[in-house]
């Protein structure tokens, strides 16, 4: 089907099979704008961000001469291409400007420093982000674009990311796709099908004091640079010791076909070992007291570095989880000890709240406030 669902226990754009295209963008709220400008933006984003899920224009008036259409146009005969629409909160929404302290969810807060990144303000931070998922680039440009309008006066837009081939399956009909450095990526992510194990691990609970964030979930993004000239000249038995898998086939090094599981116990004499430095070694559950989180990132580029000639080009990561915490415990492995870290760096980030879904009548304004 073309469209997705908009309203539900949570909201679309998480468990939904990754769809090809990404916009995500993050805004902060402007300093003259009150708690009632804020509660009735989001009351608007969810009108227009439903209506453009169902493939229709921004609501209101497109055809008086006298003032400038509400819908921006572009994405005027073309299919909804599944589009979703996902909204979250980072922690500066929660400060007391907003009167929202008392609604902060437990686990939002800024991320500590990280080993191996080296942060670019222009690509972090925000006091709200949107994710727009959708088969087509312009139909996802679009909703942003058009949530950025009627933000006007209200939330000035931060940092903005495109991104134009999904870097992991999410359920299991999804053949798995390869990242920039060509490896299939996402073989062992959460199915996000199951739902056991996303209450286990992706979706806020009865854990979490704050009833109204429960069965919401938390975004972390990462924007990670390849060096993508470095990498094109390793050999290739090198860049299957980096992630322990085989590049052809995505199998682990210990296995033969991509589903197989990796035996992490393989010592040296076996044939082949996953080194102990290798990505998938360090980011297994089995590795981490079964820690795992739901990752939906893409690939992006932002063209040449006009100073060295380089490309310019790397994972947007985006990952959901019940909380941040679980990004920053394997984060602070995989930064440390990563083989892959000779040829990644770390240059933007973002946490969020990602509110649940909307029931029929439910909108983001009145949900949050
Ligand atoms: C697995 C690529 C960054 C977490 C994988 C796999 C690849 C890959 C190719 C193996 C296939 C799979 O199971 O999906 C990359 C690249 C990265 C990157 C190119 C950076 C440019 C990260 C980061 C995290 C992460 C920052 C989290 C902090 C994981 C996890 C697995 C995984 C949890 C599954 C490991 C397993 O259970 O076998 N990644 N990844 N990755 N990655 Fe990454």
């Not at 999410?170 to 056991?196: H, V």
């Not at 010791?241 to 085989?246: L, Q």
């Not at 199998?251 to 599981?261: F, I, N, Q, V, Y």
């Not at 019940?322 to 394997?330: G, I, N, Q």
Request: one cysteine or more; aromatic letters at 8%; a negative charge.
């Amino acid at each position: 089907a073309a469209t997705v669902a908009f309203r539900g226990g949570h909201q679309a754009g998480i468990a939904t099979p990754a769809q090809d295209r990404l916009c995500f963008a993050t805004f902060d709220v402007s300093p003259t704008a009150s708690r009632a400008d804020l509660a009735e933006l989001l009351t608007s984003w969810t009108e227009a961000a439903e209506a453009m899920t169902l493939g229709r224009p921004v609501p209101g008036d497109v055809g008086d001469l006298n003032t400038p259409p509400d819908d921006t146009g572009e994405a005027v005969g073309l299919t909804p291409g599944r589009l979703t629409v996902t909204v979250g909160y980072g922690p500066g929404l929660f400060d007391d400007r907003f009167g929202l302290a008392a609604r902060r969810p437990s686990a939002l807060k800024p991320l500590p420093q990280l080993p191996g990144e080296n942060l670019d303000p222009a690509n972090t931070g925000g006091d709200l982000c949107v994710q727009a998922c959708a088969d087509d680039p312009q139909v996802a440009f679009h909703a942003v674009r058009n949530l950025r309008r009627l933000g006007f006066g209200t939330v000035v837009p931060r940092w903005m990311e495109l991104g134009f081939g999904r870097t992991s399956s999410t359920s299991p009909q999804q053949a798995t796709p390869r990242n920039l450095m060509g490896f299939k990526d996402g073989t062992r992510n959460i199915d996000a099908t199951d739902a056991s194990l996303m209450g286990a691990h992706v979706w806020i609970g009865e854990e979490e004091p704050q009833r109204w964030a429960r069965g919401g979930s938390y975004l972390v993004s990462r924007k990670i640079r390849m060096r993508l000239e470095q990498w094109d000249r390793d050999r290739l038995g090198d860049q299957q010791d980096v992630f322990g898998r085989f590049k052809s086939t995505g199998a682990p090094l210990t296995g033969k076909a991509e589903t197989d599981t990796p035996d992490f116990a393989a010592k040296d004499g076996s044939s082949y070992v996953i080194p102990a430095d290798s990505h998938i070694r360090l980011a297994a559950h089995e590795n981490n007291n079964g820690l795992r989180i739901l990752r939906r990132g893409y690939s992006y580029t932002d063209g040449i570095d006009p100073q060295t000639g380089d490309l310019l080009g790397g994972l947007f990561f985006v990952a959901f989880m019940k909380s941040p915490d679980r990004f920053v415990t394997l984060q602070r492995v995989l930064g440390a000890h990563d083989a892959l870290n000779e040829y990644i760096q770390h240059i933007g980030s973002g946490v969020f709240a990602v509110p649940p879904g909307l029931a029929a009548g439910q909108d983001w304004g009145r949900q949050l406030f």
